[in-house]
């Protein structure tokens, strides 16, 4: 009897002891993540889904990621302020979004005549990039990873061509953020416009022109079946997206599921930008067959010039009020130096030669 009590006892506490370890095992971690972009709005939406599917998969059902559509929260530029103040664990958007509170974190998505998107993640991951960037965003307690990059975005849309200086001068154009302080000093009236309602600016004559993305997310807005001249990028040559992610959250996650987190966003940022190129090929293929009156422009020398010296002055006026800032675009202007050699004498020179 004793013998089998004892046998009885050992068999429980081996039970309970199995199941606490298997619940301890697995143990669910649900995150909400709140996003910029509308529920269909690819590709951008599309890197925080693939990274929520990820992270589930490779956590085998521990980390549980739901991501929260612009629709769902209502507030598509109060992600920083949402993941800050712990209503949303995490968020993917664009870092420049937030320039107005914090202006340090501007060059996180792109800057005008910057780095383009293979040298802007070789910064990032291998140039101490990422680590400038969790220095500007301690203060707000979160941390902020690459979230995938659009590449090159082009130039705009325009009615008419753009000859001269001149021909810049007065006309009416949305362009938001900095660029638009750059195209503003060129005599531009700048106006920033709801997404919703470009079309109908553009065709009513409200806008003379207007800069989106590129082809991958131009062609479903339909700007090229009224504005025929196309012209080529300069103000946004690899607009990176971000992840942020509320510190204190990060923290009280177990090392594997902190590891698994970080390995999926990388991978997702990396494979938007794959996805984009994808995107872009195909929508500017059938742009160009249904359109064929498109016509690429770049713009002439003197304006590029003049964007230039606009460029370097209100970069000058900004780093002049932070010395953060300061410190973050002097950095990527060294590792720019430094990038753009290779980048010459690898892509640029090879395609020279095979286009
Ligand atoms: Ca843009």
Redesign the pocket.
Known sequence: MKTKNVLKLFLTAGLLFGVSTLFAKEKVYKLKLATTWGPTLSPLIDSAKNMAQMAKTMSNGRLIIKVDASNKHKSPLGILDMVKGGQYDMGHSASYYWKGKDINTLPFTSMPFGLTAPEQYAWFYYGGGLELMQKVYEKHGVYSFPGGSTGV?MGGWFRKEIKNLDDLSGIKMRIPGFAGEIMAKLGVQVTNIAPGELYTALDRNNIDAL???GPSMDVKMGFHKIAPFYYTGWH?PA?EMQFLVNQKVFRKLPKDLREILRVSMRLAAYDMYAQNYDMNAIAWDKMKKEFPNIQVKTFPKPIMDAMKAANKTLRQEMSSKSKLLKEVLDHQDAYMKKVREWSKMSDYLYLQDNI
């Open positions: 975005q800069e989106w993305v946004e607009s």
